[in-house]
Structures are given as structure tokens and as C-alpha cells.
T-cell receptor, first 112, second 117 residues
């Protein structure tokens, strides 16, 4: 089945220690998104890629970076995680011509 | 006023009940309306997708959009314990961006539903 796969499912890191989350897709979608979701809250869009074009949300902290080396893969880098960055991070993809998005199962990030 | 308002619940119903979930919104530019289901420790899964006003039915699920009232609903008939999850409404307006249209989603906070056997 075509899908969106996130690794790892659970990640524990130390305060201030850089961490990278990965997302891959077999849907061949042009657009990839990263969301942050905290408990009982709506997913919050951090940034998205339209092919290689990177689009940052205005309120995404500078601490968060992203890379998309090819169509299939996208990475979320958190340079110096703080306690407030503990959350579920969701990757999603979509075709160019549709509003619906396909989500991975997320990476739950814990900060010690 | 938030762009999308959704009652977080929790909502607890007996098996077989009809469930009604709702969202209101303030941005009249929204044209695409979705309902996602999110099980615990999983990503959101698309349930229903509608464009503009009207009804859409898929099995036990019916989505309704009333753009004049800025109100959307999801009805679940004959609810099952397997329907127990958080239901997120999401909506989007097409905006032109580099190379084509962008469809950023605005989500509600989600309603936690429990269907008791």
C-alpha cells in the first residue's frame, strides 16, 4: 500500500541535543508538510514543501529546520530542543491539485 | 475568535447511537471541508472530504456543510466501539503559491468520542 512512513515512532532526546525526524512517502506527492501536535490540540503547521520550494510558517521557531533531498524523503531537524518542543510530530503529503492530506503515524518526541 | 471552533468533548455514547460532531468557522474563504479520525498514538486518517455546501454520505458516515452558517457536521449512524477516536475537522481555502495552488489546512482541536459496548 502507498503510504507515509515516519521514523522513529518514539524519540527521546536530551534538552539542547539536536534531533532529526524522518518521513518517507510512496505516494509520489509533490507537497509534504510537517505539523506539531500537542496533547488535545489541533495539529499546528510548521512548514511545507511544494516540490523543492520551502515554505515556512511565520510563527515557526528558528530552532526548527527542514530538508527535502528528493520527492520521497523529508526531514525535520530540531537544533536545540527545549522542554516545550515535546510533542507528536506529524508528516503529511498531498497532490498539488487537492486539499486533502495523507498523514503518517507520527513521531512522539520526549525531552529529558 | 479562533478560525475553527470544535467542542473537544469528551463525548461518550452507547453502541448503536447516532453521533453528531460539529465545527464552526469564521473564514468565509474556506471551500474544502474534511473530517479526520485519529486513533490514540496514530496519525489522522481522512474520513470525509467535501467541496462547498451540501451533504456527502459514505456508509455509516454523513458529512454536511452549511457555508451560509459557517457550520459543518459529521454524523455517525449505528456507532461501534471501533469508532472510538478523536475526530478532527479541517478546512482549507485555495491560495495561489509558487507553481500552483496551495491548500493549507486549518484544524479544529478535535472531539474525543468513546462508544461503549
Amino acid at each position: 500500500d502507498a503510504m507515509v512512513i515516519q521514523n522513529p515512532r518514539y524519540q527521546v532526546t536530551q534538552f539542547g541535543k539536536p534531533v532529526t525526524l524522518s518521513c518517507s512517502q510512496t505516494l509520489n506527492h509533490n507537497v509534504m508538510y510537517w505539523y506539531q501536535q500537542k496533547s488535545s490540540q489541533a495539529p499546528k503547521l510548521l512548514f511545507h514543501y511544494y516540490d523543492k520550494d520551502f515554505n515556512n510558517e511565520a510563527d515557526t521557531p528558528d530552532n526548527f529546520q527542514s530538508r527535502r533531498p528528493n520527492t520521497s524523503f523529508c526531514f525535520l531537524d530540531i537544533r536545540s530542543p527545549g522542554l516545550g518542543d515535546a510533542a507528536m510530530y506529524l508528516c503529511a503529503t498531498s497532490r498539488v491539485d487537492t486539499a486533502s492530506q495523507h498523514f503518517g503515524d507520527g513521531t512522539r518526541l520526549s525531552i529529558l | 475568535q479562533k478560525e475553527v471552533e470544535q467542542d473537544p468533548g469528551p463525548l461518550s455514547v452507547p453502541e448503536g447511537a447516532i453521533v453528531s460532531l460539529n465545527c464552526t468557522y469564521s473564514n468565509s474563504a474556506f471551500q474544502y471541508f474534511m473530517w479526520y479520525r485519529q486513533y490514540s498514538r496514530k496519525g489522522p486518517e481522512l474520513l470525509m472530504y467535501t467541496y462547498s455546501s451540501g451533504n456527502k454520505e459514505d456508509g455509516r458516515f454523513t458529512a454536511q456543510v452549511d457555508k451560509s452558517s459557517k457550520y459543518i457536521s459529521l454524523f455517525i449512524r449505528d456507532s461501534q466501539p471501533s469508532d472510538s477516536a478523536t475526530y478532527l475537522c479541517a478546512m482549507s481555502a485555495a491560495t495561489l503559491g509558487g507553481g500552483g495552488s496551495n491548500y493549507k489546512l486549518t484544524f479544529g482541536k478535535g472531539t474525543l468520542l468513546t462508544v461503549n459496548p
